[in-house]
Nanobody, 117 residues
Framework: QAHLVQSGGGLVQAGGSLRVTCAAS????????MAWYRQAPGMQRELVAS???????NYADSVKGRFTISMNNALNTVYLQMNSLKPEDTAVYYC???????????WGQGTQVTVSA
């Protein structure tokens, strides 16, 4: 199975910035779509940002203008740059990949992001 290993996250103050990283065991050029989800306590997991094989990005309304998803195919790595963080951004963030062919779908292990008021 393909796997995704996340790094980054942690505790930041409101208004601060943080970057989470997702390193894939497979070439990211074989991903139809890669994405970041998050899940806060008592909430459903929600799609935060995605990037397609053609580079097209999409963002949840709650993070538009503040978060940026990017992908480095040379490093098989996806990033989520989070700026102007708010306490409501506090959640466990999960990397997700939808692969071409038989690899299916992969999830990262989750990374805690906590934003203090």
């Amino acid at each position: 199975q393909a796997h995704l290993v996340q790094s980054g996250g942690g505790l930041v103050q409101a208004g601060g910035s943080l970057r989470v990283t997702c390193a894939a065991s497979e070439s990211t050029v074989t991903a139809y779509r890669m994405a970041w989800y998050r899940q806060a306590p008592g909430m459903q997991r929600e799609l935060v940002a995605s990037i397609g094989a053609d580079g097209t990005t999409n963002y949840a309304d709650s993070v538009k203008g503040r978060f940026t998803i990017s992908m480095n195919n040379a490093l098989n790595t996806v990033y989520l740059q989070m700026n102007s963080l708010k306490p409501e951004d506090t959640a466990v963030y999960y990397c997700n990949a939808d692969w071409y062919g038989i690899l299916g779908v992969s999830w990262g292990q989750g990374t805690q992001v906590t934003v203090s008021a």
